[in-house]
């Protein structure tokens, strides 16, 4: 599922995780902090991309979900990881198992011949 709803910011919103969030979600992240900012890059890119395929205006600021994200319980925050790693975006970006392997096994080889 790449949809769920959560108490934030005063309301109950969805977040959407598609093929524009995760572009989203990429701009987002500070390149030099990114275990910091992860999260309220993930939480603003799917409310974001939510508002969009609703066609509904996106009105909110990246510091006002900043802040909706502090308050967010930890059950909550792990719901809306565990969202996003279900969606088809990022399991392409994870490699498969088997290709983990073909490349462990790959890496052996050149370090024998070396």
């Not at 959560?6 to 969805?14: A, D, L, T």
Request: hydrophobic share 35%; with cysteine; aromatic share 10%.
């Amino acid at each position: 599922m790449s949809y769920i709803k959560i108490e934030i910011g005063g309301k109950e919103r969805g977040l959407k995780f598609n093929q524009g969030a995760l572009i989203t979600f990429q701009g987002k992240i500070d390149p030099d902090n990114v275990a910091g900012t992860t999260g309220y890059a993930l939480v603003w890119a799917g409310l974001k991309a939510n508002a969009y395929v609703k066609g509904e205006e996106f009105t909110e600021k990246f510091e006002t979900v900043c802040d909706w994200v502090d308050e967010l319980s930890p059950e909550t925050v792990i719901e809306v990881i565990k969202t996003f790693q279900e969606t088809q975006a990022y399991q392409k970006l994870i490699p498969e198992e088997k290709d983990k392997k073909k490349l462990r096994h790959k890496n052996t080889k050149r370090n024998v011949l070396k």
